[in-house]
């Protein structure tokens, strides 16, 4: 991903916070990815670390209108994905996609209440609703307005080793090509912290392919 893709992003993720009147906490950890695809209009986010604790984790991210989060599932971290401003699309499947037959049914909670899904529904979310994502549920999500806030609440984050996309191409960082003088420095590029160890060997299992 070019250096000026990141700055771009950055600067209209920042511009957009700052419109809508979302403060970020004080040195904001950034984390900006085009999932390794190479096409950030198409295959990106922007993402804010704003909670990273053992028991659980909160980030605020930003999209634009079609720019999608790529299929993906976790075989730990549950998660409430919420649309904070805009509208978000999500696409939603019971299992692996290429496994599970399209129009499965199961249940997952929108705004605190079961609901049925069909894999591979997609459920638009207004602002201020959220849905409860338990691991194993795959899930795709893309902004289905100009902008798109949204707010992630999870158990414990583990961004390196509890991803699981099904495009078998994707990394959840990307390397950075240096066209420009950088206006923030990434979660990627910090020196190791925390919960930012090497990847383990992937364990498998479920269908999960790991990173
Ligand atoms: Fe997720």
């Known amino acids: ?15 957009c916070f700052e419109k809508n009147n979302w403060q970020l906490p004080p040195e904001p950890r950034w984390d900006i990815s085009d999932f390794g695809l190479g096409e950030f209009d ?5 993402l804010v670390n704003l909670a990273e ?10 999209c634009r209108n079609n720019q999608v989060t790529p299929l993906h599932t976790h075989a730990k971290k549950k998660e409430d994905i919420i649309c904070r401003q805009g509208r978000l699309a999500m696409e939603l499947w019971a299992g692996h996609p290429e496994k599970t037959p399209k129009g499965k049914s199961f249940r997952l909670k929108r705004n ?15 602002a201020g609703e959220r ?14 307005s100009e902008e798109c806030v949204i707010g992630e609440v999870s158990t ?8 699981y996309f099904v495009n078998s191409e994707i990394g ?6 240096e066209d420009e003088c950088p206006l923030v420095r990434l979660v990627s590029e910090e020196p190791y ?9 992937a364990k498998g299992g479920d269908g999960f392919a790991p990173l």
């Open 112 to 126: 605190g209440k079961e609901f049925e899904v069909h894999s591979g529904d997609v459920a638009v979310l207004e």
């Open 131 to 144: 849905v409860t994502l338990t691991p194993g549920i795959y899930h795709a999500f893309w902004g289905a």
């Open 53 to 62: 604790e053992a028991e659980y984790c909160e980030k605020l991210m930003y």
């Open 172 to 177: 959840r960082y990307p390397g950075i090509e």
């Open 42 to 46: 198409k295959t990106g986010l922007v």
């Open 156 to 163: 414990a984050n583990d961004d390196v080793n509890d991803n």
């Open 193 to 201: 912290i925390g919960h930012l160890r090497p990847a383990t060997p």
């Open 1 to 15: 991903m070019k250096r000026s893709e990141i700055n771009r992003a950055y600067r209209e993720a920042k511009a």
